[in-house]
């Protein structure tokens, strides 16, 4: 394992983690968008998570849909922020079904380190890119159906286009429409170029995982995201949308685009100076998070061996 990637700490991220609550949890769910904080559970400092309903959630009669969305974390604290929430999770019975799912949001500024309009408008094309080759291990280490999922549905030839109209405006809004026309798949840019207060805050959003209460299983989900980020920042030739043959044939199977995938961002190997988007737990944890992910890889491929990604 190569050393940690001390870049990746200041990364800021959210996660929003899909759930059926019991209803005597004592949880107080608020409205879509209108979260109500989770006074009970574990905080970031001082920012608390919120609970707020999702009308996508199924759930039984004594249990409530429930979606906890994290306040914005960073860095080992971070991380462990989000470990120990989960733990709560647990502890209150918390439990997921198909219907559930598990966002991750990076905020692009904190990625690359400006808000460089042109800079921003690089970055999103490279992550594009980058996660359409690795399409089958980001859907593969969910070890569910998210590819058949029209809100998490891989990214069609169509948002090549899009990016190359993102990279050539000159025009903000020009741009935000492009990315806008992307739509919300696996990888979710519609709000590259938001803004808030006037201050650029555009975020991308992925949208592939499924829902869960295994922290190892979110912990290569963040890490996979907080890597590819790191190499789309970083990486300065780029390749053409589709998969060259040399890709093609490392991402038959999910098994195999897993393999791939760590030695891309250099969790395996020798090819990256650091392993990229490792840090803390992340790092430190690296071999159980990992072997959750090629566990459900396998599953994904004797449950979907014709899967089209």
């Known amino acids: 394992m190569r050393p940690p990637d001390p870049k990746a700490e200041s990364i800021r991220f959210g996660v929003e983690l899909e759930t059926r609550v ?13 979260g109500t904080p989770v006074t009970a559970a574990p905080r970031f400092g001082l920012a608390q998570w919120r609970a707020e309903r999702d009308g996508s959630i199924t759930y039984g009669p ?16 971070g991380v462990e922020a989000l470990w120990e929430f989960m733990g709560w999770m647990g502890e209150i019975g918390a439990s997921v079904n ?25 970055f999103i094309r490279k992550l594009a890119h980058i996660a359409h080759w690795h399409a089958k291990a980001i859907y593969g280490q969910t070890g569910a159906g998210r590819h058949a999922n029209r809100y998490s549905a891989a990214l069609s030839p169509d948002v090549a286009l899009h990016m190359r109209r993102v990279v050539q405006s000159d025009d ?9 026309s992307c739509g919300r798949g696996m990888v979710n840019f519609k709000k590259a170029f938001r803004r808030a207060g ?21 912990l290569h989900h963040l890490a996979t ?42 969790w395996t190997g020798r090819n990256r100076p650091v392993a990229l988007g490792l840090f803390g737990r992340l790092h430190d944890q690296w071999s159980a998070h990992a072997e959750v992910a ?7 491929d004797r449950e979907f061996p014709a899967a089209a990604i």
């Open 22 to 34: 019991p209803a005597v949890s004592g949880v107080a769910v608020g409205g879509y968008h209108a």
């Open 98 to 122: 198909a219907s559930c799912g598990c966002h991750i949001t990076v905020g692009i500024e904190s990625a690359i380190g400006t808000d460089d309009l042109g800079a921003v408008s690089e």
């Open 62 to 77: 004594d249990q409530r849909p429930c979606e906890f969305v994290s306040p914005i974390l960073h860095g080992p604290a």
């Open 225 to 266: 995201v907080l890597g590819l980020c790191r190499r789309a920042a970083e990486v300065q030739c780029l390749g053409a949308f589709n998969r060259n043959k040399l890709q093609a044939s490392r991402t038959r199977s999910a098994a195999e685009s897993l393999d791939f995938l760590w030695n891309y961002l250099g």
């Open 172 to 180: 903000e809004y020009a741009k935000a429409s492009a990315a806008d």
């Open 294 to 300: 090629r566990r459900l890889c396998e599953k994904f």
């Open 198 to 218: 006037g201050r650029f805050a555009g975020v991308v959003e992925f949208r592939a995982f499924a829902g869960t209460t295994n922290r190892l299983k979110v």
